[in-house]
């Protein structure tokens, strides 16, 4: 009696613990590992080399601007379980990604370890912009411009170092990830020839709000006039904005790019006094991995050549 | 061409702002400008999130916090400047939560409302003093510490400070506000408007020339000069006051002692008869 009674109950039990298992079992060995970019366009390299092999998320939005962010606790969540930390470097994030990580307890992504992984680690910083004088290079910026994702070379770069990063953190899927990261290479060089075309025929020396696009430009063979902001987040003189405007005339500049989230309203100001354009130049667009990464550029050259005839 | 918008803009805030001020300090509620400016740079974001015209949006807060704001009596036995400072924290809170709610709303879309100097143009001039001159107008009719009154004062002063930071940011407003009428502030009392405007005039061309020739950014710089000349012109009219006030004494103590030598020389004669 008793047997009776206790087998078919063991069986139950059994059957509940087994089909819990069957649960969990699969989840751990499907668990892909976490990647969180410091912004959009990191999402899309990671995409392009981790493919279905990794989760990714972004903690800015397109538009947004990468060198303030509010931090909120879901961005301390997304990183206390993430995997690999992967950030645009050269101090951009600096004001604000420290806290997060250090919020974060999750050991594993601080810089220096292996779950860290920035631009800093592939790269070198920028050179000399192409057309700009030696007074010129004095009165630019001293912080390392981090824009380099904005150039398609080093955003190749970037995307090799990674796959090999990946592999290291995830052996399984390692030869996927360079085959991957292979592929985005070739897949940009392919287009480059066909944007610096585009911007070889359609752009002249161009006035930049501050220095985002230098990079872009080196990389595309634009000539760069001058920033309107020399020093970034310092108001400009009224002589450096004449002298804005005398360069204006002096080399034809007819275009001036801002950033879209930088105030637009000076560069209104100093593109009315000198009778130019003022074109918004996004820095990211939305959009999966290599995809959306090509489509950065093809929509940055797209606008840029509307904007110029 | 940006020097010469940014000087007239300068001249045009250093005429309406320092009387402006006095007004503002002798009711003792200076962040009032901090606030008004908070409640239109959260309309003026919610607007520009909600896909609807920013500065509308604006006016409509701005609206709303002038009338609550004139509810309070001006003798009130709350501390003024502490519920002024509430407000512009409030407002600030307020914008950044309601903006964290929307799904592209940024917070730097706050930024906005706060303009700079360098992109004045000649409308924009043009608007600034249309906007005054209707400021003034209201905020400098007769005191009067009715709801109506403060509502009038009120209106006026956000018909102002809110344009006038949109156009040229809150460093230059809050700066031209307050400086101008403390550096002619005598005896607990407003000094003369002439001096604190004519001060404010000095400091807009003294401090806008010298930002264009050393290379610097204009509205620290103006700010700075402002500063600076509200401190010497202040410290000297005050020390003459002072001597002036030493001697207005000393003639008084001199006739009441002259009074008291008179009356003891005609005490004496009337005692020698």
Known sequence: MLVKHILPRCNSMFIIWAWALSLMLPAQVIAKPLIITTTPTLAQIAEAVGGIDIQVKSLTRVGQDPNNLVPRPSHVHDLSSASLLFSVGFGLESRWLPTLIRLSANANIAPGMSGYFSGDDAIEAIGVPLGMTSTAMQQWSPDINPYWWLDPELGIKVALALAVRLGEIDPVNAERYKVRAAKFASAVNKQLPRWRDYMNIYTGPIITYHNTYVYFMQSMHIELAGFIEPKSGIEPSTRHLSQLIDTIHQKKVRLIWVEPYNNRAVARRLADAAGIRLMVLPDSVAGYGLKGYIGMFDRMVQRIARWSQ | ?273
């Open chain 2, 1 to 273: 061409m940006i020097l010469l918008t940014v000087l007239i803009a300068t001249l045009v805030i250093a005429i309406s702002l320092p009387v402006l001020g006095q007004r503002v300090l002798e009711r003792r509620i200076v962040f009032v400008d901090l606030a008004l400016a908070q409640v239109a740079a959260t309309g003026y974001a919610l607007g520009m999130a909600l896909h609807m015209p920013g500065i509308l949006i604006a006016i409509i807060t701005t609206a709303i916090a002038v009338a609550l704001m004139a509810l309070m009596d001006e003798d009130t036995v709350l501390p003024k400047e502490a519920v002024m400072g509430a407000v512009y924290a409030f407002a600030a809170s307020l914008g950044m939560v309601l903006l964290s709610l929307l799904p592209y709303g940024e917070g730097q879309l706050m930024g906005l409302m706060f303009g700079s100097i360098l992109a004045i143009n000649w409308e924009g001039i043009g608007i600034l003093v249309a906007f005054s001159a209707l400021g003034l107008a209201l905020a400098l009719t007769p005191h009067s510490n009715t709801y109506h009154g403060r509502l009038r004062f009120a209106a006026g002063l956000s018909l102002i400070i809110v344009p006038a930071i949109h156009a040229i940011g809150v460093l230059l407003v809050f700066a031209y506000l307050v400086m101008p009428a403390l550096a002619v502030w005598r005896h607990g009392h407003n000094g003369p408007v002439w001096q604190a405007t004519a001060l404010a005039a000095l400091a807009s061309i003294i401090g806008t020339l010298a930002a264009h020739l050393l290379d610097l950014p204009p509205s620290a710089t103006v700010v700075l000069t402002l500063g600076l000349i509200s401190v010497i012109i202040g410290t000297i009219m005050h020390n003459m006051h002072h001597k002036t006030d030493n001697e207005k004494a000393d003639e008084e103590d001199q006739e009441e002692s002259s009074d008291q030598d008179g009356n003891k020389q005609r005490e004496r004669t009337n005692d020698n008869p």
